[in-house]
């Protein structure tokens, strides 16, 4: 098993779905038993274990996983709590799994800063991170652990206060609730064991993460392509957003325009599109890039 990259993945849930399709990007054939806890990916050595996401950090902490993918605040929660060693390596980013640890009370309740927290009850499934914030904010209040639906916490009377991650609001806003401070940001990562590894092994994960960073690069940049007046081109290519070095080429029976094509590596948003087109671009296509490299 030394040669193979074991990686731990949320077997369900809003970690789940994203996980498998960057790996699936990355070129891994993946091909699920229902019910199955583990999967031998195609294309690549590579195992996948699917667990429950709270596992993740020790599993890949023993070096049970060499591999794993989880939300920071669940890493970090795990790591402040010392179940995983906290020398979890962090090799990416991977920019979904999005939300935020945020404090909210009820909205008539007169809790509305940080400063009315002082010797509240507050909710959360998050009680170590939430502690690591109060001491940081010099303030002394009580935790009330909950697994699932801390949103119910004040209407229960078990808490005044929830400190619970947020993605929409719509959770909160269903619940009376209103937030006023964020404890922390969170995305997916993709993090490694602390176990030394031989040289083999060190190359698979490389390969991997070349795979994955042209996953990512992706995913941030379009092509675009327009035509455009000759003597406006140069305004034109000033406003395409994270774009170096256009192709600019000549139009077949047209000597008076030319064809830009660049790969932005920023949103294109409609109103640059608009912005192009009041300078005379027409013909304005933006495409997706399956992949990237070099
Ligand atoms: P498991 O059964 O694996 O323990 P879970 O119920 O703990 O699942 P999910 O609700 O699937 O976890 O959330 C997994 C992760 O997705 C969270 O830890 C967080 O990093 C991220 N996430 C993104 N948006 C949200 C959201 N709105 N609410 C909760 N988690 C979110
Ligand atoms: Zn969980």
Same mark, same amino acid.
């Given at each position: 098993?030394?040669?193979?990259? !074991? ?48 596992? @993740? ?35 990416? /980013?991977?920019?979904?799994? !999005? ?16 400063? +009315? ?25 009580? %935790? ?10 004040? /209407? ?5 206060? @929830? %400190? ?9 806003? =269903?619940?009376?609730?209103? +937030? ?50 000759? +003597? ?10 994270? /774009? ?17 094509? =660049? ?19 027409? /013909?304005?296509?933006?495409?997706? @890039? ?5």
């Amino acid at each position: 098993m030394n040669n193979i990259l !074991r990686i731990a993945v949320q077997k369900k849930g809003r970690l789940a779905d994203d996980s498998i399709r960057l790996l699936k990007q990355a070129g891994l054939g993946i091909f699920r038993n229902p019910g199955a806890l583990t999967c031998r990916a195609q294309g690549l050595p590579v195992e996948l274990l699917f667990v429950r996401d709270d596992d @993740i950090p020790s599993l890949v902490a023993k070096g049970v996983c060499d591999l794993g993918i989880a939300g920071e605040n669940v890493l970090r929660e795990e790591a402040l709590e010392a179940l995983a060693e906290t020398n979890l390596q962090t090799v990416r /980013a991977l920019g979904f799994s !999005r939300c935020t640890l945020k404090l909210a009370a009820p909205r008539d309740g007169g809790i509305k800063a940080i400063t +009315d927290l002082a010797g509240m009850k507050i909710a959360t499934s998050y009680p170590e991170i939430l502690k690591e914030f109060l001491c940081d904010q010099d303030i002394t209040a009580e %935790c009330v652990t909950l697994k699932g639906a801390v949103e119910i916490a004040p /209407a229960l009377g078990l808490a005044d206060v @929830i %400190c619970d991650l947020v993605s929409s609001g719509a959770t909160l806003a =269903a619940n009376g609730l209103v +937030d006023f401070a964020t404890v922390m940001q969170s995305e997916a990562l993709l993090v490694r064991s602390p176990a030394r590894w031989n040289d083999d092994k060190e190359a698979l994960l490389a390969r991997l993460l070349r795979r994955i960073d042209g996953v990512l690069a992706s995913r941030a940049t379009k092509y675009i392509m327009l035509n455009a007046p000759k +003597d406006a081109i140069e305004d034109i290519t000033a406003l395409l957003p994270g /774009a170096d070095a256009p192709t600019i080429m000549p139009l077949a029976g047209r000597d008076d325009q030319m064809a830009v094509h =660049a790969v932005c590596r920023e949103t294109i948003f409609w109103d640059t599109l608009e912005q192009l087109e009041a300078r005379g671009a027409h /013909a304005i296509l933006v495409l997706p @890039i399956e992949k990237m490299m070099g």
